[in-house]
């Protein structure tokens, strides 16, 4: 077995979507790159691999052809108003911003068409909002679901660092657990750090942190492309902003084990500024997995508008924190109720339209390009992945009368009496909004609006019913967890990626992208985010980076 070297132009630190997306525009460049990853090659694309492949573009062709008339002008009037920049290192973040808009509405897709990527034809509306129009949420849909969900968006750039590979140009180093950033003369010019045990452990999976032996490398210039902290509970804990309320005492975690933020603090400590730690994004319609893969795992139900919504005790969430309108002010409302769960309450004619499952894993049809598995979802009864949680998942209660599905309820949260009587005049107080076509219920009336979309009339949002005619059932309540997922602060960069000192100014041969990099510039989504910009900032910024470092070598 031959010596891999340990000089190269570049060291890219972190093989998931950035830092496959940097690689692969090094190795466009006839650039000589080593990419060192603490994981088993099982888990290259990290947590992109898992995604559910939503991809944030405007103005594209799938929204014309649903109706959608979007602008540039649109989206960025929602970006800065969901984001509320308002510190003074947010003066990189919200140019990132500008970039990242200007790349969404104009060359992003035809980029990624280029290499093969395909998007369903019916752009989802996540982040609804609820609010003004200067206010929190997305106007219009923009959530475009790849064909081949997160291993559809990964293909094309694992397939060029594998050409890089076969050509000599890339050297993949998995086990290698970077643990220093090499600075000499105020320069960055390379890595140390511990060779780990081989690991035979699955996709996602918890590997061993055994140290073998240590390595050096040494380089032009070093990418951090190592992601966040989602999967270390203690220390997103420690960063949780008193805005959304108590920390939560359990979590279950929506990326695995292996993003835990330790290359942030290597990074600071070469002289890296970090900002906007206490921003974060994290789900409230966890459900724990019946088939897990890393420890807490869970999974988000991405949600249609009609379920119910109830704290642990049974009141109903306030107005617009309807399923899928605001991530973070519902995680906040929750918080504050002193309660770290909360519910839906719905029918089986909802869960049949409206639950969909994140994750590539949960959508086989989409993930596999499975043309007759997909033809399911326009047909009677709920995708084979939600009907598998609802027969064996530990969140979910079953019933066929209220008194049968509050019993359930309360068997499942024994340290919290739920008030009976006050769930079930939320329930008829909904319905009896149903006897006309008009409604003072603000849901019901979200509900209506929603089916004027074509795409939710057609697979998203059930037609409006009560929630007891028989005819819906049977009622299903869902225990909703606190999901841990993503960072949204990071290294601060510039627009070329560089990571920025204490005084601001670039330090020599560093560079970030990615999750690590608040996705641009230390946080371009400022304190929220408009969905499927996750995946689309480590595109962006990976591509930023990569082309970044090919102009300055």
């Given at each position: ?7 190269a132009?570049v ?8 830092g ?16 060192v ?40 009037q ?29 060359e ?7 290499k ?45 660092v ?15 657990r ?5 600075v ?47 999967g ?48 974060m ?10 088939d897990?893969?890393?420890a ?6 991405l ?38 769960y ?28 499975d ?36 019993t ?56 409006p ?32 990626a560089?990571?920025l ?45 990569g ?7």
């Amino acid at each position: 077995m031959s010596t891999p070297p340990s000089t190269a132009d570049v060291i890219v630190v972190g093989a998931g979507l950035a830092g496959l997306v940097a690689t692969a525009e090094l190795v466009k460049a006839g650039k000589r790159v080593l990419l060192v990853d603490q994981e088993p090659a099982a888990s290259l694309g990290g947590q992109a691999w898992w995604s559910f492949g939503g991809l944030f573009l405007i103005d594209s062709p799938e929204q014309r052809r649903m109706g959608v008339r979007d602008s540039l002008q649109l989206a960025t009037q929602d970006w800065f108003a969901s984001a509320g920049f308002d510190r003074e290192e947010d003066a990189w973040p919200k140019r990132w911003a500008e970039a990242y808009l200007n790349f969404a509405a104009g060359e992003k897709r035809a980029w990624l068409h280029e290499k093969g990527v395909r998007f369903f034809p019916v752009v989802g509306w996540a982040e609804r909002g609820g609010y003004t129009a200067l206010e929190h949420g997305n106007s219009v849909p923009r959530f475009h679901i790849t064909w081949g969900t997160g291993p559809g968006v990964l293909a094309p750039f694992i397939a060029e660092v594998r050409d890089g590979v076969a050509a000599g140009l890339v050297t993949m180093l998995h086990r290698h657990r970077v643990d220093e950033l090499i600075v000499e003369n105020g320069a960055v010019t390379g890595v140390r750090g511990s060779r780990l045990t081989p690991s035979n452990a699955v996709r996602g999976a918890a590997s061993s942190r055994e140290a073998i032996g240590d390595f050096e490398l040494w380089a032009s210039a070093v990418i951090v492309t190592s992601g966040g902290i989602g999967g270390n509970h203690d220390l997103v804990r420690k960063r949780w902003p008193a805005r959304l309320g108590t920390p939560p005492k359990t979590m279950l975690s929506g990326v695995p084990a292996h993003v835990d933020g330790r290359m942030l603090g290597i990074a600071e400590e070469a002289g890296a500024t970090l900002i906007n730690g206490d921003r974060m994004w994290h789900y409230t319609e966890g459900i724990t997995n019946w088939d897990p893969v890393w420890a807490a795992h869970g999974i988000r139900i991405l949600p249609g508008p009609s379920s119910l919504w109830l704290d642990a005790t049974g009141k109903r969430l306030p107005v617009p924190l309807f399923p899928g309108f605001d991530t973070l002010g519902t995680l906040e409302h929750i918080q504050k109720t002193g309660y770290d769960y909360s519910w839906f309450v719905l029918t089986q004619k909802i869960i049949e339209k409206e639950f969909a499952l994140s994750g590539s894993e949960q959508n086989p049809d989409l993930t596999d390009k499975d043309l007759k598995l997909l033809a399911k979802r326009v047909t009677p009864g709920a995708p084979g992945a939600v009907e598998a949680f609802k027969r064996h998942g530990v969140d979910f209660v079953v019933a066929d009368t209220l008194p049968e599905l509050l019993t359930g309820m309360q068997r499942l949260s024994p340290e919290v009496t739920i008030d009976a009587a006050r769930v079930e005049a939320e329930i008829r107080g909904r319905d009896r909004g149903l006897d006309n076509d008009f409604s003072k219920d603000a849901q019901i009336n979200a509900i209506r609006q929603a089916r004027h979309y074509r795409g939710d009339k057609l697979i998203r949002v059930a037609s409006p019913h009560k929630l007891l005619d028989p005819k819906a059932g049977p009622l299903i309540a869902v225990k909703l967890h606190i999901l841990t997922r993503k960072s949204l602060g990071g290294i601060q960069t510039d627009l070329s990626a560089r990571a920025l000192g204490a005084d601001g100014t670039p330090i020599p041969g560093l560079y970030a992208a990615g999750e690590a990099s608040g996705f641009g510039g230390g946080g371009v989504h400022g304190y929220r985010s408009l969905e499927g910009t996750f995946l689309g900032g480590c595109l962006f910024s990976g591509r930023t980076a990569g082309r970044a470092v090919v102009a300055a070598l």
